[in-house]
């Protein structure tokens, strides 16, 4: 019992907060200046809405597996854990290209 609890547990969605962000590399160096306050406003907004499904997913998936033993939210498409990860990483990203800038964020 104990080892399917395991598995069924490691099928709920990620906590948001514990999502790393992908590297992004340089992915943005040839972005002009004056484009990536706009940008990293725009991304940062997706990070937030992300978060917020994701911990949604992450809710919905302890309760399932509490009440029902089935991770709800996951199997229902609502674990965005690889979307938060790639969004993060872009804001990272231009953050650093913000920085390369001279703009201050």
Do not use: Y
Not at 65 to 91: C, D, R
């Amino acid at each position: 019992f104990l080892s399917l609890a395991t598995i069924t547990l490691s099928a709920c969605a990620t906590r948001p907060s514990s999502i790393a962000p992908v590297s992004m590399g340089n992915a943005f160096s040839d972005v002009p200046c004056a484009q990536v306050p706009a940008m990293l406003e725009t991304e940062r907004e997706r990070v937030d809405t992300l978060f917020r499904q994701q911990r949604k997913a992450a809710t919905g998936d302890t309760v399932g597996v509490v009440f029902i033993g089935v991770p709800v939210s996951s199997l229902a498409g609502g674990n965005v854990a690889e979307e938060l990860a790639t969004s993060k990483g872009k804001v990272r990203a231009l953050e650093r290209r913000a920085i390369a800038c001279g703009n201050s964020f």
